[in-house]
């Protein structure tokens, strides 16, 4: 019968020794078997070219490579999609919006957005009052804390993790935050180390180190308390962390250039120190953290003597 021909052509084409068998012979005892869709797909068989695999229909129909090749093209990342809006409303600044956005995929199991719900949390924790922000920070830490169970090398994710460690341990009093502070340290640095061109994370490093380079006594007493060996750092090292983030990024966050004048003023610099606090002054004020930076370095250039904005 022509069919069991046909069935003998396409085997002797399968194979790998036989890919240039002539389309005539095909075509020939094609146009002997009934034309209908049903006996096309009957005998439908793939070519196998050493590893490549040529998927194709009896003449007159497409070849199906080119339509699995356009399936691909329309395929979308979902995660992606959601990602990119997210990092659109947080270049924004849509804070609010932003969580709203975010929180109805806190069920996904994804490092890159749980991360980002982490930080809209905190964001829109900043806006709100003491109990609502309070708890948007521990709904954050839990957010991050299952970022960083699904994907321990995500620079985003330790950076994250180890700023609501802090923040969650400063809500928690005095002596929980300095409990925590080895591991917040540990957290930043391997932040840097996976993206070092990262400036946010190299000022926390540096966040760090001012604050336990500013320690009261008692504060001191109790970190004796809990560890033999206590954090300690210097302004020196503080000062070394917020100028490379500078550095990295130039006139990035309103609370970098803040904490160098902060620094230079407890290094008896003031020139310097006036530089860097003015600089602030005349950030643009887009987020809470550039209002609190704004009269915070206010309140330091008076220290200085100098009373109006520059």
Known sequence: MASSRLTNIFRRVSRPNNVKFGWQQVRQESSKVKTSRSVFRRFFVPITAGNATLAFTIP??????????KKEQKQVDPVKVITEEADRLYSENKAEELYTYLVQFKDQENDEILW????????KGKLSDVNEKKALYYEAYDY???ALALNDNN?????????LLDYTGELEGKKQRIKNSYEVKEHFER?????????TSIHSLGYWCF??????????GIAKTIYAAPPTATYEEALKFFLLAEETEPNFYSMNL???????????????????LTRCVNYPIKTPDDKKANEMALKELKVLGVGKKA
Not at 116 to 123: G, I, K, M
């Open 191 to 199: 932040a840097i180390e996976l993206n070092p061109s990262d400036a």
């Open 211 to 220: 604050t336990f380079a500013s320690l009261t006594w008692y504060e001191r």
């Open 155 to 163: 620079f985003a994710v330790h950076k994250w993790y180890a700023v």
């Open 60 to 69: 007159g129909f497409s070849w199906g490579k080119k339509e699995e090749s």
């Open 144 to 146: 991050i804390k299952r």
């Open 116 to 123: 980002r719900l982490a930080r809209a949390a905190v964001d």
């Open 258 to 276: 803040l904490m160098l004048g902060k620094t230079y003023m407890k290094l008896q610099d003031a020139e310097k120190a006036y530089q860097y």
